[in-house]
């Protein structure tokens, strides 16, 4: 699995010019699911998700997680983060399916909302277009990789 997090101050997830989900401050996080997840991957990238210490107290940066503060997480699925270019054309062999990738991403969400805080987890909409509005805070961006010594065309 891949993340990309990003800290916010709001961001929001629309369908069809209409907002489906957002949050104030907190975290968005664009997910990737390759075709050789397992839950062990899902357990790494939701444990690291919830207590990256990415926020800042009164005498430090980088001291407070998501956790910590009790702040909102908006999860957005995105299965381009494993696409490869073959020349100018992306191709996407190292993505999970679509059929096996919607309960797998759904197992994902649950398993963080038992970890954290169900209702400060919030979710896009799945393999819908979709605009994501996004107020990076700082700008703070963080990649994770659940395998990442694993090169993306193996």
């Not at 390759?34 to 991957?41: A, E, H, I, N």
Request: proline share 2%; net charge negative; aromatic share 8%.
């Amino acid at each position: 699995m891949k993340a990309v997090i990003q800290r916010v101050t709001s961001a929001s997830v629309s369908v069809n010019n209409e907002i489906v989900s957002s949050i104030g401050r907190g975290l968005c996080v664009l997910v990737g699911i390759s075709r050789d997840d397992t839950q062990k991957d899902v357990e790494y990238i939701a444990r690291k998700i919830v207590n990256l210490k990415l926020f800042s107290n009164d005498e430090a940066r980088w001291k407070k997680s998501v956790k910590d503060e009790n702040l909102e997480i908006l999860c957005v699925s995105q299965f381009t983060l494993y696409s490869i270019l073959k020349g100018n054309k992306l191709d996407f062999h190292c993505a999970m399916a679509p059929d096996e990738s919607k309960s797998f991403y759904e197992g994902f969400l649950s398993h963080l909302k038992s970890i954290y805080a169900a209702d400060l987890v919030k979710d896009g909409a799945f393999g819908e277009y979709m605009q994501v509005q996004i107020q990076n805070d700082g700008p703070v961006t963080i990649e994770l990789d659940s395998q990442p010594t694993k090169k993306n065309d193996e």
